[in-house]
């Protein structure tokens, strides 16, 4: 069974460009997150879907990240403009809802670098 | 507010040593659930193991083993003859059973180094 898979694994941007981070969830896993982990830290989730929708965007820090998970399958996690604070791992996670606290599977990330 | 704590920030063992990292929580709710997982250099978190807070029995999986404790809210991880394939950060993480709010609590991780 394929893990979770994202793209690109790397990417440096200028400040103040965009960038945009793609996940495609384990087959099956109905939810879906988007953690942010800086180095030396453990990650901290940005939100959560359930199918198609944001469930918890609370620590999504609106004015300048947008997230989107069309179908309820494969999601986009985009940020404009990018800040030099932005630099870090971007990790997309994956769970089948079943009722009670499900176990998340992690993809490898994507590590951003803004300069 | 759930918190975990992993005071461990680094450790270094001989392989085939034993080595234990510790983790403790907090957290008010009597339902929750503990993790652990394993981050290698390629970056991917690996699930090692979830625990729910009415099972506290002692789980074993080959050299692998986890001591969860109520009474000092702990879940210690131990690694038994260490290999140098075990080398990566490893944290411990909580979640509060609470249906629709099922988010991960990591700690900062324990960045362990097997020296062959």
């Known amino acids: 069974e394929a893990g979770v898979v994202q793209s690109p694994r790397y990417k440096i941007i200028e400040k103040k460009q965009p960038v945009a981070f793609w996940c495609n969830p384990i087959?099956?896993?109905?939810?879906l997150y988007w953690y942010l982990q800086n180095l030396g830290q453990g990650p901290e989730l940005l939100i959560r879907?359930?199918?198609?929708?944001?469930?918890?965007d609370s620590q999504l820090p609106k004015d300048r990240f947008s997230a989107e998970r069309l179908k309820g399958v494969d999601s986009t996690l985009k940020i404009q403009p990018a800040e030099l604070g932005d630099s870090a791992v971007y990790l997309c996670a994956s769970s089948l809802s079943t009722g009670v606290t499900d176990t998340q599977y992690f993809g490898p990330g994507t590590r951003l670098t803004v300069l | 507010a759930q918190k975990v704590t992993q005071a461990q920030t680094e450790i270094s063992v001989v392989e085939k040593e034993d080595v234990t990292l510790d983790c403790v929580y907090e957290t008010r709710d009597t339902t929750y659930y503990l993790f652990w997982y394993k981050q290698p250099p390629s970056g991917e978190l690996v699930f090692l193991i979830r625990r729910n807070s009415f099972d506290e029995q002692n789980e074993i999986s080959g050299r692998y083993s986890w001591n969860f404790q109520k009474s000092t809210s702990s879940f210690n991880f131990t690694i038994t003859a260490s290999q140098v394939v075990d080398s990566a950060v490893y944290f411990c993480a909580l979640s509060e059973a609470n249906f629709g709010n099922e988010k991960l609590t990591f700690g900062t991780g324990t960045r362990l180094t097997i020296i062959p």
């Open positions: 879907y359930e199918n198609e929708e944001a469930v918890d």
């Open positions: 087959s099956g896993h109905n939810t």
